[in-house]
Structure formats: C-alpha cells, structure tokens
C-alpha cells in the first residue's frame, strides 16, 4: 500500500482506465482543479503511456494492472473509465466493499435488474453510485420531467464514419453520404455501440427506461464532430437539445464534454452549493 500521507477529509479517488479519458481525469486531479480531491491509484491491464507514469509517479499515485488491486488502498470513490465489462464487474465489486463508484461506461447498466440490485446494495453499504451526465445534456430535464410523466424519448447521434469504427454488419468504408446504421431501442443500442453511445444510457436511466428511450445512430463522412440530439415530450410539454461536441484528441469514439462532465461531477460531490436538478 501506498504509505504517503493521506488527507483524513479528502476524497480520496482511484481510477480505472487511463487511456483518453482517464488520463484527462487524472491530470485534472493532480493539477489541483478538483478540490479536495486526492488520486491515490489507477488501474490498468496496459501500463500507462511514459509521460503519464512519470507524472504520476511524481504524485506518488500508485499503479496496478488490476482494479481488484485498489481494494488495498483506502479509497472513498473509484472511477470507472474502461469499457462496459469491466464497469459491470467493478461496480459491483467495490460497493460491496462500501466504496462509491462513477461510472462513465454506462451501457453496463440497463440490462435486467442489474442497476437495480446496484442501487440496492449501495443503499445498504452506505455508498453511492454517480452517474456523470457525459456527452449529452437534457439529463436536468429529464429528471425533472419524468415526475409528472415522459411519454417518448428520442436521441439520434451523428458521427463520423471513423469515430464510430467498426460495425458488424456494415461497411462503411468509402461512404460519401449520411446512413443510417441503426434504430431501435437503447438497451440494444449499447449492445451494438458499447463504446459510442453510453448516453443512450444515461438518458434512458434519467426518463423512461432503456427499452422505451429510442435511439437512431447515423454515420456521416460530412462531420467532423460526436453529434447528439433529444427529443423528449410529456406532460411537461416537450423539448429538443442539440450537442455538437468536439472529439477527445486522442480517441475519436470520445468526446471532450464527457471527460470534462466527470471533472465537473468530482468537483459537485465536494461542493456546499448545488446548482441544477
């Protein structure tokens, strides 16, 4: 275990992945911008890229190659910044061990009861589950919305061809217009987007449900930025919201609002005041 000093109210964080988006949440911490917050340990199966070892190396954050490895480190919160398996796996393992988590791959959590169970077993170990809003807005909205009752729910994301990479089924190489690549429902939109379109997720948590939230996917050569479109009507009345989001500079599949919503929901969970639904 890491035996540096370790601030008795601090929010003590581990991440989980620090490729695109964990390296941008990392980097946040240890420049200070979240505060209160302390990195004590990241996981990853891939060693971290040079420039990123030696910063956090000079932090004394300690690196593993597993997220079961954390548990030895006392951490009050994980961040889950790797893929919709292990989100799944991890989630469950450190709330059964009292620890809160964020959770960014989303999709892990609209299938069966699973969600459910989690909140469940969260509310029994006295910890918490955050779901940051991501790439998308609306989720105020949403929430809010669905007290006196959503009636549909509609996001349609646009992308280019190469930010959504390969589709079983599909060939898109090559393509000079707009297409449509999918429609249906969110719980089977995370399935065939594990990694492009968590928010389908997250809205679907926030209004009526992933097998009610309806979801269009198109691949368009013409854009050059992560696209993504709501629509929600209810007794509310209705509303339609439009992101057009710039893309991480190291993975297209990801857009920069996403990491920076994690920063900003770190930054929340400390603050006195709290601002939105």
Same mark, same amino acid.
């Given at each position: 275990?890491? =035996?540096?000093?370790? %601030? %008795? $109210?601090?929010?003590t964080v581990g991440i989980i992945g620090v490729g695109s988006m964990g390296s941008y949440v990392a980097r946040s911490i240890l420049k200070g911008e979240v505060e209160g917050a302390q990195l004590v340990a990241v996981a990853d199966s891939v060693p971290p890229p040079k420039d990123l070892l030696e910063e956090l190396q000079s932090h004394s954050v300690a690196v593993v190659s597993s997220f079961s490895a954390l548990l030895d480190y006392p951490l009050r919160l994980v961040v889950e910044c790797a893929n919709q398996d292990v989100a799944r796996?991890?989630?469950?393992?450190?709330?059964? /061990?009292?620890?809160?988590?964020?959770?960014?791959s989303v999709g892990a959590l609209v299938h069966g009861s699973f969600f459910a169970e989690l909140v469940s077993k969260a509310k029994r170990k006295g910890c918490q589950i955050y779901i940051p809003s991501g790439?998308?807005?609306?989720?105020d909205a949403l929430k809010a919305a669905k007290? =006196?009752? *959503?009636?549909? +729910?509609i996001l349609t994301t646009r992308k280019h061809p190469r930010s959504l990479g390969k589709i079983e089924g599909?060939? *898109?190489? /090559?393509?000079? %217009?707009?297409?449509v690549v999918f429609e249906g429902k969110a719980v089977e939109a995370v399935v065939k987007f594990? $990694? /492009? +379109? /968590?928010?389908?997720?997250?809205?679907?948590?926030?209004?009526?449900?992933? %097998?009610?939230?309806m979801v269009r996917v198109i691949a368009d050569p013409g854009v050059e930025q992560n696209i993504h479109e709501v629509y929600a009507r209810g007794a509310f009345g209705s509303f339609e919201i439009r992101l057009t989001n710039t893309i991480s500079s190291r993975n297209p599949k990801t857009?920069?609002?996403a990491c920076l919503s994690v920063v900003s929901l770190l930054k929340r969970i400390q603050e006195t005041a709290q601002i939105g639904t």
């Open positions: 275990m890491d =035996q540096r000093k370790i %601030e %008795e $109210k601090s929010l796996k991890c989630s469950d393992l450190f709330v059964s /061990n009292g620890i809160s988590v964020l959770i960014m790439a998308i807005g609306a989720i007290l =006196q009752g *959503l009636e549909e +729910v599909v060939n *898109l190489e /090559n393509l000079s %217009e707009p297409r594990p $990694k /492009n +379109v /968590n928010v389908a997720a997250t809205i679907s948590l926030a209004g009526v449900g992933p %097998e009610r939230t857009s920069l609002l």
